[in-house]
C-alpha cells in the first residue's frame, strides 16, 4: 500500500524516478478515467477518459499500456497523446 493505494491492482501503476515522465506518480483507471496522482501534493490529475472495460496498466519510460476488453492503449505522458489498437 503507498497512500491508500495497492500498487499490486492490476489498474495501478507507479511511476520509477528516473525511468522518463511521470517518476514518483502513480497512475491508474478509475471509473473509465486515467488518472495521475501525485503522492507529494496529494493532486489527482485527470489523462484521459472514456477507458472501456480496463484489465491492467503497465508504464515503460512516457508510454502508458492500457490493456482493455476490446483494445490496447498506448498513451505518451510527454505528448499526451494516446494511440489505439484494436484487439483481434
Keep these: 500500500m503507498i497512500h491508500g493505494f495497492d500498487i499490486d491492482e492490476k489498474l495501478i501503476c507507479e511511476g520509477i524516478v528516473g525511468d522518463g515522465c511521470g517518476g514518483g506518480r502513480l497512475f491508474l483507471i478509475e471509473n473509465e478515467t ?10 489527482k490529475i485527470e ?3 472514456d477507458v472501456k472495460d480496463a ?15 476490446k483494445e490496447f492503449i498506448e498513451f505518451n505522458l ?3 497523446t494516446k ?6
Excluded: G, H, R, W
Design 78 to 80: 510527454s505528448s499526451m
Design 47 to 49: 489523462l484521459l477518459q
Design 34 to 43: 486515467l488518472i495521475a496522482y501525485d503522492p507529494k501534493t496529494d493532486e
Design 83 to 88: 494511440s489505439v489498437k484494436e484487439k483481434e
Design 55 to 69: 484489465i491492467c496498466i503497465n508504464k515503460k519510460k512516457c508510454d502508458l499500456f492500457i490493456e482493455c476488453k
